[in-house]
């Protein structure tokens, strides 16, 4: 059995990129610039939440999106299926840290006040951590992912520099939107969803028992995450 399984894989192609887009346009009419962002959080709580919400998730989902393409590419450049899946799922986890640390600035906003938040946040700027070494990844990784998609026969030219777009999406904290951050997140739907629906197209229909098994399994799931709100 492969992970994850297509059924997973097909979805994250599709969600992921989606998630992705949403996040990107829904802070798009704020300056790019941290200053900026803390400023339309304590303006705009709920769209700001919402818009990097969906990008974390995005981040999140995607590495099943990476992991599925990167099996079909091994089926004919399995070095390259290696090397691409593996720096951009790195540049996922970067993605995933900076997140954390926006989180923590949007807190600081809301308990400070935008001005001590913006000081707050430049003092600690450019302080080194571990993906300080491995910011590289965030977008170098997308071009050895998408030159494997194309060597592999996954995707064609076009979908390949669609995907290889991705690269472009300036990387750090608390980084709002650009026109090169709609090209690339715009350019990964062009590349994955359709394969995401081909995925899907291809896999078995699901069983009665598979339907009748997935109910209480998501509704547990689902009781399982508001408990993990309260610890």
Not at 89 to 97: E, I
Not at 157 to 183: F, N, Q, W
């Amino acid at each position: 059995m492969k992970f994850p399984n297509g059924w997973v894989g097909g979805a994250a192609l599709i969600a992921g990129p989606v998630l992705l887009l949403v996040g990107t346009l829904l802070r798009s009419p704020f300056n790019f610039f941290f200053p900026d962002q803390l400023r339309a959080v304590a303006e705009h709580p709920g769209l700001m939440r919402a818009a990097y919400t969906a990008f974390l998730a995005g981040h999140v989902v995607m590495w099943a999106a990476v992991a599925c393409l990167a099996q079909r590419i091994g089926v004919r450049s399995p070095r390259w299926a290696a090397w691409g899946g593996i720096l951009v799922t790195v540049g996922l986890f970067a993605r995933t840290f900076h997140a954390g640390v926006d989180q923590a600035a949007f807190n600081a906003t809301r308990h400070l006040g935008v001005e001590q938040a913006t000081e707050l946040v430049a003092r600690g700027y450019g302080e080194l951590h571990l993906f300080s070494f491995l910011s590289f990844t965030i977008m170098f990784g997308w071009y050895v992912l998408a030159f494997g998609a194309h060597r592999g026969g996954v995707l064609g030219k076009i979908r390949a520099v669609a995907l290889a777009a991705m690269g472009l999406l300036p990387l750090g904290v608390l980084k709002g939107t650009e026109v090169v951050s709609v090209i690339g997140t715009t350019g990964l739907c062009v590349a994955l969803v359709p394969l995401g629906i081909q995925v899907l197209r291809e896999q078995p229909r699901p069983t009665r028992k598979n339907v009748l098994t997935a109910v209480p399994v998501a509704l547990g799931l689902g009781a399982l995450a508001v408990l993990s709100t309260l610890g």
